[in-house]
């Protein structure tokens, strides 16, 4: 299969090729995109839970995996090694886990504690017995985590620009939470998600909060940041003496990481939006909602979220159909407005060829 070849200049560049987003061989293939860091949850939700089932990672990845607090956090399978019930079926504070099936008990560090009727079982229990392991990263009060070690993305450098907002003080509000099916292809998701170019056609209201002209997209290794600015007299960021963009006025910074997590900062909190990849013309949307200011949450480019939301929806839907057209192949990126869909075609682009 030859790559799709995405050229370095942004000028003679053309985009991804119509087949990746409507051949289901693609959408298999692509599928190990999702072995980088994914998204497991915000600190605020493991406060009231000891135990969390991340169903949401199982969707995208295929492992069913939970975080677990003791004395430290992690990440560990959620499969019994006995004959691989799943352990968790929802959150819970307990100290003990036991397998429903056959009564196998494990602790919260993932250690096999008793299973009963093994007493004959020879070279029992071993290291195969007890749970495995994945790595978690917490970043900004957020934890990651990966089915195998991956490359660690920029988060000091990410910290310098969005630490201020100290989202790790952040609640999550649970009336935020939304799980939204669309009948596209995931790719169209992500690549929508990351050009402002669209907001005045597709999204008049958004317009009205956001200054279009100062839209600013910057690419770096493993994702994109978005600054959206605000308009005059709107409200807007308090940015501390010293920041990079000390002086400006920010409405919204929108930061992607590859290859399925956005990260939604207004003044009022953070959204999280974590693509999930269901087939060739179907993804689902995962929100979550943490909060840090909640009178801030009416005003401004964060306060339309779900009109938004239901228009880049009602956008992508349409193209998926547009995509399975034999007239349309690929097309061309607007230098000034689409640097981030041509990063994220890059990165894509060199992905597919390590496969
Ligand atoms: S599958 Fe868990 S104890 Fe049998
Ligand atoms: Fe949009």
Redesign the pocket.
């Known amino acids: 299969m030859p790559e799709p070849g995405i050229d370095a200049d942004i000028r003679k560049a053309r985009t991804l090729p119509s087949i990746y987003y409507t051949e289901p061989s693609e959408f298999e293939r692509l599928k190990s995109v999702f072995k980088n860091w994914q998204f497991a949850a915000h600190n605020s939700e493991l406060e009231a839970t000891s135990l969390m089932p991340l169903d949401h990672f199982e969707t995208i990845t295929g492992d069913s995996v939970m975080l677990l607090r003791d004395q430290e956090t992690r990440c560990l399978s959620n499969v019994c090694t006995h004959r691989g019930m799943r352990l968790a079926l929802e959150p819970c504070n307990k100290k003990t886990l036991q397998c429903r099936y056959h009564g196998r008990t494990f602790n919260l560090d993932g250690t096999l504690r008793h299973m009963p009727e093994f007493e004959q079982v020879i070279g029992f229990p071993s290291e195969a017995d007890n749970l495995q392991q994945y790595p978690l990263k917490r970043w900004m009060g957020m934890y990651f985590t990966a089915q195998e070690d991956v490359p660690d993305l920029p988060w000091k450098m990410l910290e310098k620009r969005l630490g201020f907002l100290e989202p790790e003080t952040f609640r999550h509000d649970i009336g935020r939470n939304r799980d939204h099916t669309v009948d596209a292809h995931w790719l169209l998701y992500v690549d ?2 990351l050009e ?1 170019f ?2 005045p056609y ?2 008049p209201e ?1 317009n009205q909060a956001l200054d279009y002209s100062g839209y600013v997209t910057e690419t770096f290794d493993g994702g994109v940041l978005q600054i959206g600015k605000a308009v005059e007299g709107d409200v807007k960021f308090e940015l501390p003496p010293g920041h990079p963009d000390e002086g400006q006025d920010i409405a919204a910074y929108y930061l992607w990481l590859f290859p399925n997590m956005m990260f939604n900062f207004y003044p009022w909190g953070l959204s999280v939006n974590i693509v999930m990849p269901v087939s060739h013309k179907q993804c689902r949307i995962l929100y979550r909602g943490y909060v840090g200011d909640a009178e801030l949450a009416s005003q401004g480019a964060g306060s339309v979220l779900d009109t ?1 939301e239901d ?2 929806q009602w ?1 992508i839907e349409e193209v998926q159909k547009g995509m399975t057209s034999s007239a349309y192949h690929r097309g061309r990126y607007s230098p000034t407005r689409e640097q981030g869909v041509h990063h994220f075609h890059r990165m894509l682009s060199e992905f597919l060829e390590t496969l």
């Open positions: 929508n998600y402002g669209h907001i597709v999204h958004l938004v228009q880049d956008v």
